[in-house]
């Protein structure tokens, strides 16, 4: 295999330790529905509606850890068929995400401790623009606009990754606090921790994948 720089491998890493808590909790969960023992919390939803949650869980969790080898330029630069075999499994997989957490909001009967009107709005909103992200990023690779591509891919990562940073942020509350939050607060936290990662997409397309794109341009310029 052609190498993979430093950089690189440290980028990766980071992605998959930071979806750690999330994938782990989630599987531990998808092991309770295919009768198993009880890992986590009694969940009366999804023991009452297991496959939606089930296939959320495993497509979430593909759709992220497989997601992050698609930000290693190396891997899309040298393997070239791969990038693209993985690509369509992490989009099949964030469409298959985003439908169930579609489902999962509208018809799971939530406590108000646990959704609020300002949460379900979120993730109703959400999960529909994931879902035009990726389909979006399909039309863009297909007429050749790299840049929207990536930027659509991005955006919609961000949003499959908000689990992460929710659960970063529910744990610096717990630690803080003592207690997990709920209600209103539970709510502002969870909209927090997706804005705060599409802020983080953002600064990345303007700072990395626009420069890189001006850069392509300026030397198939200079080479006419």
Same mark, same amino acid.
């Given at each position: 295999m052609k190498s993979i720089s430093r950089r690189e491998w440290a980028l990766m890493a980071v992605i998959l330790v930071y979806s750690f808590v999330p994938s782990f909790g989630g599987l531990a969960r998808a092991v309770e529905l295919f009768g198993g023992p009880a890992l986590a919390p009694a969940n009366p939803r999804a023991l009452a509606a297991p496959v939606p949650v089930g296939l959320h869980i495993f497509s979430s969790v593909l759709f992220c850890l497989a997601g992050a080898l698609q930000f290693v330029e190396s891997l899309r630069s040298n393997y070239p068929a791969l990038h693209r075999v993985v690509g369509r499994a992490v989009a099949a997989a964030g469409c298959v995400s985003a439908l169930t957490g579609l489902w999962m909001t509208h018809f799971y009967a939530f406590p108000a401790e646990l959704q609020g009107p300002l949460l379900y709005w979120v993730r109703i909103a959400l999960s529909l623009s994931m879902?035009?992200?990726? $389909? @979006?990023?399909?039309?863009?690779?297909?007429? =050749? &606009?790299?840049? =929207?591509?990536?930027? $659509?891919?991005?955006?919609?990562? $961000?949003?499959?990754? =908000?689990?992460?940073?929710?659960?970063?942020?529910?744990?610096?509350?717990?630690?803080?606090?003592?207690?997990?939050?709920?209600?209103?607060?539970? &709510? =502002?936290?969870?909209?927090? $921790? @997706?804005?705060l990662n599409l802020l983080a997409a953002e600064l990345l397309i303007g700072r990395v994948f626009s420069t890189r794109e001006k850069r392509r341009r300026g030397v198939a310029w200079v080479q006419r």
């Open positions: 879902l035009g992200l990726i $389909a @979006w990023a399909v039309v863009t690779i297909r007429s =050749g &606009d790299v840049v =929207g591509h990536k930027s $659509a891919m991005l955006r919609a990562y $961000a949003i499959g990754q =908000g689990a992460s940073t929710q659960s970063v942020l529910g744990i610096a509350w717990i630690v803080v606090v003592g207690s997990e939050p709920l209600g209103l607060v539970r &709510d =502002g936290m969870m909209v927090f $921790a @997706w804005g």
